[in-house]
């Protein structure tokens, strides 16, 4: 009776089980072995990157006006923009100059696109970047309250309307 031993087969599986359990010698390369001893694959793994910008965070970059009663949204807007409206007490014309302050304060450079008032009321449109980010911020109304709509995109759109959509 002839015995033989196969010593190939088992020195492979002890590569691959020393290697499983001690982990590789290089970090992010593993090694795995079939076959006969002189045959090695070797494979790197990379770990994973994300491979989009996500943008900016353009909720971030909008004031909230002072003595806001209600905020809506935000709501999408075509070329990756977001619409935001706040219902604001206080006098029309004080609540749109006020939110011109905020917006310089929070680093966007404001274009008076119009403006006016009276007695009774008032409102402004600013046109406006914070480095590549437009943005259009409309305000007004009459009495002891205003409306405000602000739209902001990570870079002037097609279109730069901003209304009240609610």
């Known amino acids: 009776m ?5 010593t190939g087969g088992a020195a492979a599986a002890l590569l691959v089980l020393l290697t499983a359990c001690n982990g590789s010698p290089n970090p992010g390369t593993s090694t795995t072995t079939t076959g006969p001893p002189t045959k090695t694959f070797t ?4 770990p994973a990157t994300a491979t989009g910008d996500p943008g900016p965070d353009l909720r971030s970059l909008i004031p909230t006006p002072a003595g806001t009663a209600r905020t809506d949204g935000p709501d999408p807007l075509p070329d990756n923009g977001i619409h935001l409206h706040f219902l604001v007490n206080g006098s ?4 749109v100059n006020a939110y011109q302050t905020a917006l310089e304060a929070a680093r ?18 600013y046109a406006a970047t914070n ?5 259009v911020f409309t305000g007004g ?15 002037q ?10």
Do not use: L
């Open 141 to 155: 109304g009459s009495g002891a309250s205003a409306d405000v709509d602000a739209c902001a995109w990570p870079t």
């Open 2 to 6: 002839k015995r033989s031993v196969h």
């Open 92 to 95: 029309p014309t004080d609540v």
């Open 43 to 46: 494979t790197t793994v990379s």
């Open 157 to 166: 759109p097609t279109n730069t309307g901003c209304g009240h959509s609610r």
């Open 108 to 125: 966007w450079s404001v274009t008076v696109v119009s403006s006016g008032g009276d007695a009774q009321g008032g409102g402004a449109s």
């Open 131 to 135: 480095g590549p980010d437009y943005g």
